[in-house]
């Protein structure tokens, strides 16, 4: 297991990244703070979601990545292992390239994530690549480019490129 230092005031050291596809109306939902869409851009409010620890650029992670408390937000790779953040917020910031298997409560996606299942307990929003085996979410918002086998949702909506089999569950 890889332990993640925390850091004071991310919000200061981190910056909100910039949207890399058309703007998602409707995903101002006031009962979905922690983040806006603002035109084009994705603003992501990280004091809001509780990003705690960061693990920036050119880091490079083999195995998993077990985080039990605050979010995390990732700008480096991890291209094997698991990404486990059940209470928790992960942010992959433009750049990031994922091949674990991700199982977070919330996921903000700017980067790339090529592996075979995401699950986002809570909210998914997907401002990058996806492409899984699987992806279930009760909240997906996409304005990337998500290609899965199986997408289970029970609310969505997207103005990106969304291919595969939709399955909308309660």
């Not at 298997?101 to 299942?117: E, S």
């Not at 492409?131 to 086998?149: F, P, W």
Request: aromatic share 2%; net charge negative.
């Amino acid at each position: 297991m890889n332990n993640v230092s925390p850091l004071p005031n991310i919000a200061a050291i981190v910056p909100a990244q910039p949207a890399t596809s058309a703007e998602c109306p409707g995903a101002t939902d006031a009962a979905t703070p922690g983040y806006r869409i603002d035109g084009k851009t994705l603003v992501i409010d990280h004091q809001a979601e509780d990003i705690r620890h960061v693990l920036k650029g050119t880091c490079v992670i083999r195995g998993d990545v077990d985080v039990r408390e605050g979010g995390l937000y990732l700008a480096g790779s991890v291209p094997e292992g698991r990404i486990d953040i059940p209470d928790g917020t992960l942010i992959l910031a433009e750049g990031a390239e994922i091949g674990a298997v991700i199982t977070v409560k919330r996921l903000f996606n700017l980067g790339t994530v090529r592996t075979t299942t995401v699950t986002a307990t809570e909210l998914l929003v997907n401002w990058g690549h996806i492409d899984a085996e699987e992806v279930g979410t009760a909240s997906l918002r996409n304005g990337g480019t998500l290609v899965a086998q199986e997408v289970r949702y029970s609310d969505m909506e997207s103005v990106g490129v969304l291919q595969g089999n939709l399955s909308r569950v309660s």
